[in-house]
């Protein structure tokens, strides 16, 4: 079956980095767009960043743009998300997800367990 395994999650002050890797398996993940969201305390489920199925073309949301990178590695059934210059609002508990078509825009079928981020001094 889909298994999508978030890692890299942890403390870090504002203006820090991290970066984060999600493994997938059970799909061909090399024909699937992919996607982070995030869920920050309190609040619901928030689209973060998308990438399409070779790599090529990515997307973010405007809060993220300029800060946020998101790629793939499809020869490792890795997807990634470097960020850089958190700040406070970023902290969230992040998940990959896949695409059940082709993408974009149909929302999410699978998605992991999820891996904490918080942004604090």
């Known amino acids: 079956q889909v298994q999508l395994v978030e890692s890299g999650g942890g403390l870090v002050q504002p203006g820090g980095s991290l970066t984060l890797s999600c493994a997938a398996s059970?799909?061909?993940?090399?024909?699937?767009?992919m996607y982070w969201v995030r869920q920050a305390p309190g609040k619901g489920l928030e689209w973060v960043s998308g990438?399409?199925?070779?790599?090529?073309?990515?997307y973010y949301e405007d809060s993220v743009k300029g800060r946020f990178t998101i790629s793939r590695d499809n020869a490792k059934n890795t997807l990634y998300l470097q960020m850089n210059s958190l700040k406070s609002d970023d902290t969230a508990v992040y998940y990959c997800?896949?695409?059940?078509?082709?993408?974009?825009?149909?929302?999410?079928?699978?998605w992991g367990q999820g891996t904490q981020v918080t942004v604090s001094s």
């Open positions: 997800a896949k695409d059940p078509n082709n993408g974009p825009g149909n929302g999410y079928d699978y």
């Open positions: 059970g799909f061909t993940f090399s024909s699937y767009w």
């Open positions: 990438i399409d199925s070779g790599g090529a073309g990515t």
